[in-house]
């Protein structure tokens, strides 16, 4: 994954900073305003020491980082000289991570294996290689508060890019603090700089080195088509924001991003079924293979996923119990699915780093950019699509059907498969058939109240084999918490039972 979970004693870790900031361009004649009882809250401004700063930027040949929004250099000179790979901050958050190593970790042109596996599934099978060098003169001034914290870090780059016969004056605010000031302070030397005759911009230095104009991400999504558009276009459309979702989702798994793993199997999970739902659209010998990629890749992740929720579940149920027996329990939890999970991390770590993997998002971003389609997708969406659906509800209902109370774990858990594939096959259509709107809400709380069944049933499992292994005191702990969990059980598979009629009639109202 990033060699991080088996790194050497003596191997640096990576430092990981969160920067949250603005971007103006300013003409090179502007004098800066100092801000000072221009901004609410700033009182003075502290200089901080001139820098002469060379960075190297590398990146693929058709600029896969720089049109993800991410970048990579090794930067010379100021106080946080290193090598520096900037991607968007994990899941969605505002700002962007710096992933930091030294200088020493490699020379131009080496890039530090740390460094080059966050971003593999940003670049794929492309090598990175240095593309261009950046020469800045920047100046710079922390600006404070009345108490004297710094809120921000305001730079004045004079900037040179090599090959490119371009140069640019780009002021640079970044906030210091992480309350609910940096985005009024950030805000406000905006306003004072454009005021002054500055304009914001997105443009990082490496796009602008590397002529890049769009960010879009490790892939581009075609835009949502129109309901009487041929099949095809939401097929596209579907599976291209499905592996974005999963690519991106990965690049947070091999940084260690909370709630990545999670993420990335659903994305993984998601992309399986829409390639069922869209089936009799595809080559079928195609869609087959990528859904035994996928399935793959689920499966390394899962069990890492299950002991992670297992281990928070199971540790809140604890807290429930007396305190001798809570004591007990949270202990041999901690103790045994703490260490199986560590475990299950590394295999997930290693089954990302196998070699096939890169084949496995090479052919997954083919099939976003030109998936193999048969003649059925040629039809329009509005007579194709909601027979797609209506099937997958059809399934659902027939096992939601035959539940009972007291029926078999394994016939709860095909049911909850079924209904996740209605819901994936609703949210696929939501776009273009709103009607399919309500019926993907209502079976998203069925499927997280059979993931609950599923995730009691696991429980209780783990607590059995548990207290199989523990002394009598600790055994007797864990049969409470197991009675616990089979309580859960049995008020959730109820409670499955009690929401299907209000459920039952959005699976058989047609989509369209």
Avoid: C
């Amino acid at each position: 994954m990033t060699g991080r979970r088996d790194r050497p004693a003596d191997q640096e870790r990576p430092t990981v900073v969160r920067e949250v900031e603005r971007k103006v361009s300013v003409p090179a004649e502007l004098v800066l305003p100092t801000m000072i009882g221009s901004v609410p809250g700033i009182v003075a401004r502290r200089p901080l020491p001139p820098a002469e700063l060379v960075a190297a930027y590398h990146d693929t040949d058709d600029h896969r980082l720089a049109r993800s929004g991410a970048s990579l250099r090794r930067r010379q000179g100021g106080p946080d000289a290193g090598w520096h790979l900037k991607l968007p901050a994990p899941g969605g958050a505002p700002g962007r991570d710096e992933i930091r190593l030294p200088l020493e970790a490699g020379e131009v042109g080496m890039i530090p294996a740390e460094l080059s596996g966050i971003v593999l599934p940003l670049v794929r099978e492309a090598p990175l290689r240095h593309l261009a060098t950046v020469r800045t003169a920047r100046t710079g001034w922390e600006l404070l508060d009345a108490d004297g914290e710094v809120l921000a870090e305001l730079v004045d780059d004079v900037v040179s890019l090599e090959p490119a016969t371009r140069s640019f004056r780009q002021i640079e605010v970044e906030a210091r603090v992480e309350d609910e000031r940096a985005e009024e302070v950030l805000d406000g030397v905006v306003a004072v700089l454009v005021a002054a005759g500055g304009s914001r911009t997105r443009e990082t230095k490496a796009a602008a080195a590397l002529g890049v104009v769009a960010v879009d991400g490790p892939l581009v999504v075609p835009a949502v088509p129109d309901r009487e558009d041929p099949a095809a276009l939401l097929v596209r459309h579907t599976l291209a924001t499905g592996v974005r979702a999963l690519l991106l989702a990965e690049l947070d798994v091999r940084r260690e991003a909370p709630d990545a793993i999670h993420r990335m199997r659903v994305a993984a999970r998601t992309l399986r079924s829409s390639l069922r739902t869209f089936a009799p659209l595809l080559d079928p010998d195609w869609a087959a293979g990528l859904r035994a990629e996928l399935q793959q890749t689920a499966t390394s992740l899962g069990a890492a996923r299950d002991l992670e929720v297992q281990l928070t579940r199971l540790l809140a149920a604890a807290r429930m119990l007396p305190p001798a027996d809570q004591e007990l329990a949270t202990a041999a939890v901690r103790e045994v699915l703490g260490a199986r999970e560590e475990a299950a991390l590394r295999g997930a770590a290693a089954a990302l780093d196998e070699a096939g993997h890169v084949g496995v998002l090479v052919d997954l971003v083919g099939a976003a950019t030109d998936p193999r389609l048969g003649p059925p997708a040629d039809g329009s969406i509005v007579d194709t699509v909601p027979d797609l659906v209506r099937t997958t509800m059809r399934s659902l209902r027939r096992a939601v059907d035959a539940l009972a109370m007291d029926g078999p774990p394994e016939q709860w858990h095909h049911t909850r498969v079924l209904a996740k594939r209605a819901r994936y096959a609703a949210d696929a259509a939501e776009p273009v058939l709103p009607r399919a709107r309500r019926a993907a809400a209502r079976l998203a709380r069925l499927t997280d109240l059979l993931g609950q069944v599923q995730d009691a049933v696991v429980g209780r499992a783990l607590l059995a084999e548990l207290a199989a292994q523990a002394e009598s005191a600790t055994a007797f702990s864990l049969g409470l918490l197991a009675a616990r969990e089979e309580e859960e059980e049995r008020a959730t598979r109820a409670a499955v039972l009690a929401s299907w009629p209000r459920i039952e009639p959005v699976t058989r109202r047609p989509v369209r």
